[in-house]
């Protein structure tokens, strides 16, 4: 069973900074593109990073060390607006030669609180 693991998530006070990682195992992180989502309150799921590396907003990083087949997500300067369950998904990157069994898996999200 595929398995991608999340930490990282709490509260934070606005311009504060976190570091969300996602672990898997060594077979998934090989071969799968890893990307992040995010879901507000009342909202749909929004892509922050996708799994071809393209990040979607200035303030965040996505980066991987592939020693530990983690894939991390910085974020700064954060606002009240990114309070939301942040999702950690491993799918196929075509173009990378990613694979991923052609089949997308999901993080259990971790809860990120930014307040004022």
């Known amino acids: 069973q595929v398995q991608l693991v999340e930490s990282g998530g709490g509260s934070v006070q606005a311009g504060g900074s976190l570091r969300l990682s996602c672990r898997t195992s060594?077979?998934?992180?090989?071969?799968?593109?890893m990307g992040w989502y995010r879901q507000a309150p009342g909202k749909e799921r929004e892509l922050v990073s996708s799994?071809?590396?393209?990040?979607k907003m200035g303030r965040f990083t996505a980066s991987q060390d592939n020693a530990a087949n983690t894939a991390y997500l910085q974020m700064n300067n954060l606002t009240t607006s990114d309070t939301a369950v942040y999702y950690c998904?491993?799918?196929?990157?075509?173009?990378?030669?990613?694979?991923?069994?052609?089949?997308?898996?999901w993080g259990q999200g971790t809860q990120v609180t930014v307040s004022s």
């Open positions: 998904v491993a799918g196929p990157h075509y173009s990378n030669g990613h694979y991923c069994g052609g089949k997308t898996y």
């Open positions: 799994i071809n590396g393209e990040i």
């Open positions: 060594a077979v998934v992180f090989s071969n799968c593109g």
